[in-house]
């Protein structure tokens, strides 16, 4: 056994490391094929009015997120389907105003220090068993959804108007999509904070696009991606004592790098 | 002929995006083995029409009947090939994938596709010599293949009405003229074809009547333009093309014609 597995918060962070790579692997491949990328940010940074509601209310910070998470997401959605042309404005002033409202009500709780680090860069050295428990939970309702929803999830993805015609309630799913986009939003900011979402989001989604052409094999590699950026990155991180979710986020920049040089090698050879 | 007897029926329907009205008072009624071409300039309201028919859009006054019930229920019996620029090409998706997806309404939601699907989906690949492309992305293939690939997702559950948007515009001629020989053809053995296009060159080699609109809708059941609704159409005369049969394309102002 390495010397690092026998510290208990750092099996704990391998395991979470696994658990949110499974879900970012499958939502975040449904956020870059439908290009939600940018929702996909707003609402985590949304979610940090329900921090700052938490801190408010003095109860679990998970409790106040999940409800911000989900609500802005939805809202999101609503505003932004219905007026298309407009939607990044829109996703824009709600991310600011989510953020600007959890700052203003952890103000308002005079002499209450809490650690804003934590949740802008993320803890993953620091999750506890219950929560642990809270995304092995997260991550059988994301698996259940997409397992048996995956012809409608793709019917819509690909072309929303003919799936509604074949019978698929499209305006239901895409609410479904939003849903597990949060879910997964909550898991992602203790691991590597609210900032760096987007990187777990999209980098392994968009590595496994450069070598498949299926939704279900992109869902599984950039599974697999997301946990081997993980794993490295937390030995990173052990090794030389970097902020764990930097040091997951900058291998999978890496990868990232190494795989777009990588599609181009193959390319070229198919060429010749 | 009585009401059963047609595929669609619009009574006194309009539509406006916001303060826009994209269709005015349509009223027209399209009979059940019927090849129908909408035409009318750009913004005219075509792909606006089709998607009230499909029930996409809901009016904001009159009725509409698809296949002699409410469009939302009964257009799952229709085939539909959506307009090319609407979809994302680049999605990662194969041939095969793409066709199966006209099974949707043979299976309930969160039911998997059977190996009877997918035996019927390579069954239309190979009539449409697409079988050998099964497993390729959809973002490889040709425009003229992509829309082979779109016309086999339509036919696939054998629907009852074909709903086309602007097929071709992707395609060259002789793919063009491939995939409305197809369209006779299936038509010839009673599917209702409904097909919006810019190109009046094509109608009268294959349709038997016309939708004009541009906000008003001019419906000709038996096929013949005439110059008044192109001119109220298109807001000027159009350059007319015909490809053999002239009787049926230019007709004199005066002559008499069903606006409905």
């Known amino acids: 056994m390495p010397d690092f597995l026998q510290y208990e918060f750092m099996r ?3 395991i979470t490391g696994v658990l949110v790579s499974i879900a970012c692997g499958i939502v975040g491949t449904l956020v870059v094929v439908n290009k939600l990328s940018f929702l996909a940010g707003g609402v985590a940074h949304a979610a940090y009015g329900g921090l700052g509601l ?3 209310l003095g109860i679990s910070p998970v409790n106040g997120i999940i409800p911000f998470a989900l609500g802005s997401s939805l809202l999101m959605g609503l505003v932004s ?3 298309k042309e407009r939607s990044d404005t829109v996703i824009g002033v709600m991310w600011a105003a989510g953020m600007a409202i959890g700052i203003i009500l952890i103000d308002l709780k005079p002499g209450y220090y809490v650690d804003l680090m934590s949740y802008l860069f993320g803890s993953i050295m620091a999750v506890s068993l219950q929560n642990i428990f809270l995304m092995l939970l997260l991550d059988a309702i994301i698996i259940s959804c997409v397992l048996f929803l995956y012809k409608e999830i793709l019917g819509i993805s690909y072309d929303e108007e003919f799936a509604s015609i074949s019978g ?3 305006r239901i799913l895409y609410y479904i999509i939003l849903m597990l986009i949060a879910l997964t939003v909550i898991m992602l900011i203790q691991v590597v904070g609210l900032i760096m979402v987007i990187a777990l989001f999209t980098i392994p989604a968009s590595i496994a696009e450069l070598f498949t052409k299926d939704l279900k094999r992109m869902m599984i590699m950039s599974s697999v991606l997301g946990m081997f950026f993980t794993i490295t990155g937390l030995i990173i991180s052990y090794s030389f004592n970097f902020t764990a979710g930097a040091s997951i986020v900058i291998s999978a920049c890496a990868g990232y790098g190494l795989a777009v040089l990588l599609k181009k090698a193959v390319l070229k050879h198919r060429l010749q | 002929m009585n009401s ?20 005015k008072n349509a009223s027209f009624s399209v009979a059940a083995g019927d090849f129908l071409g909408i035409i009318g300039p750009n913004g005219g309201g075509k792909t606006t029409l089709l998607r009230l028919i499909l029930g996409v859009l809901k009016p904001d006054s009159g009725t509409i009947r698809l296949l002699g019930g409410d469009p939302i229920k009964t257009r799952v019996r229709a085939g539909y090939i959506p307009q090319e620029t609407n979809l994302n090409k680049g999605f990662p998706i194969s041939v095969h994938d793409v066709v199966m997806m006209g099974l949707t309404r043979s299976r309930g939601i969160g ?12 069954a239309i690949l190979e009539q449409f010599g697409l079988l050998s492309f099964r497993k390729r992305a959809i973002s490889d293939l040709s425009g003229g293949q992509r829309q082979k690939v779109l016309l086999a997702r339509a036919l696939v559950a054998n629907p009852e009405i074909l709903f086309l948007d602007e097929p071709t515009s992707s395609v060259d001629a002789t793919g063009a003229d491939d995939i409305y020989e197809y369209l006779q053809n299936i038509n010839k053995n009673g599917t209702t074809v409904v097909l919006v296009t810019h190109n009046i060159g094509i109608l009268s ?27 109220r159409t298109f807001g000027c005369a159009v350059d007319l093309i015909a490809h053999g049969v002239p009787h049926r394309v230019f007709h004199t102002h005066g002559e008499t014609c069903n606006h409905a």
């Not at chain 2, 669609?8 to 009205?21: D, M, Q």
């Not at chain 2, 596709?113 to 989906?121: A, G, L, N, W, Y």
């Open chain 1, 12 to 14: 704990n962070a391998f």
């Open chain 1, 54 to 56: 938490a801190t408010f």
């Open chain 1, 81 to 83: 389907r219905r007026n």
């Open chain 1, 168 to 170: 698929i309630p499209a």
């Open chain 2, 4 to 23: 059963k007897d047609f595929c669609i029926e619009c009574l006194n329907v309009t539509f406006s995006y916001g303060p826009n009205t994209v269709v």
């Open chain 2, 111 to 122: 039911r998997f596709f059977t190996s009877d699907d997918k035996k019927r989906t390579d």
């Open chain 2, 205 to 231: 080699r294959y349709i038997k009547s016309v939708a004009c609109i541009n906000t008003e809708v001019f419906f000709h059941p038996d096929g013949k333009l005439d110059e008044h609704s192109i001119n």
